[in-house]
């Protein structure tokens, strides 16, 4: 099991982070892995979202529910299909007009992905970092 806890201060308004943290056509923006991404309708609890990503020079295709959906403040996700059993809660925390989003990310791989091992922790750790820095990137500009 992996666990990677991050947080990420944005100098944006809480609103401004959930609408792009929930935009999800623009996940392949902030995110590296991700090549596609759409959701069955507007997100809220129970929605499904299926992506297509590249990891490790592989393409595979994973379907996420939205867990917990609480506008301007929580965004939790777990996957239903993938290589991987994941699931990612977004807890964001206004002050002052500026957003400290906490991030928990759990997983466990599956297959020929779970022989890697620390590779695939100290990847998913930096990817996961280097993302969200992003996303600040984009919502500072």
Known sequence: MVRVEITVEIDRPADEVFAL????????DWQTSAVEARADGPL???VRIHERRKFLGHEAETELAVSAFE??????????RGPVTLSVDHVLEEADGRTALHVTAEGRSHGVLRLAGPAITAKARQELRRDFQRLKAILEE
């Open 44 to 46: 809220a609890e129970g």
């Open 21 to 28: 943290l929930t935009d999800v056509s623009r996940v392949p």
């Open 71 to 80: 506008p301007g403040r929580r965004l939790a996700l777990h996957a239903l």
